[in-house]
Nanobody
Framework: QVQLVESGGGLVQAGGSLRLSCAAS????????MGWFRQAPGKEREFVAA????????YYADSVKGRFTVSRDNAKNTVSLQMNSLKPEDTASYYC????????????????WGQGTQVTVSS
């Protein structure tokens, strides 16, 4: 099993920045890819960003490309999501997820999920 714990959410004004962290523990050697997803009230969970566990390859949704950066701190088994130039439409609960086999846009390909952290961007 892999346990994931997100932190770093909060309230920020439009144009501001936040940094989310996802701490992984347990059988982290089984992780192939990590992803960040978000879900706003009444909407489906959507892909935000992903990277392979070694951190060599990264992927982004078009809506966040150029504003968000996903990275991994190898020493701490932590994956971060740096979010800059935040917009009100970025408001959502953000979830990190781990996959044993894939790095993908489809949330159904991820095996483990964190509990989520709320990001609210005011206009």
């Amino acid at each position: 099993q892999v346990q994931l714990v997100e932190s770093g959410g909060g309230l920020v004004q439009a144009g501001g920045s936040l940094r989310l962290s996802c701490a992984a523990s347990g059988r982290t050697f089984s992780i192939y890819g990590m992803g960040w997803f978000r879900q706003a009230p009444g909407k489906e969970r959507e892909f935000v960003a992903a990277l392979n566990w070694r951190g060599a390859y990264t992927y982004y949704a078009d809506s966040v490309k150029g504003r968000f950066t996903v990275s991994r701190d190898n020493a701490k088994n932590t994956v971060s999501l740096q979010m800059n130039s935040l917009k009100p439409e970025d408001t959502a609960s953000y979830y990190c997820a781990a996959s044993k086999e894939y790095i993908g846009y489809n949330p159904n390909t991820y095996d483990y999920w964190g509990q989520g952290t709320q990001v609210t961007v005011s206009s």
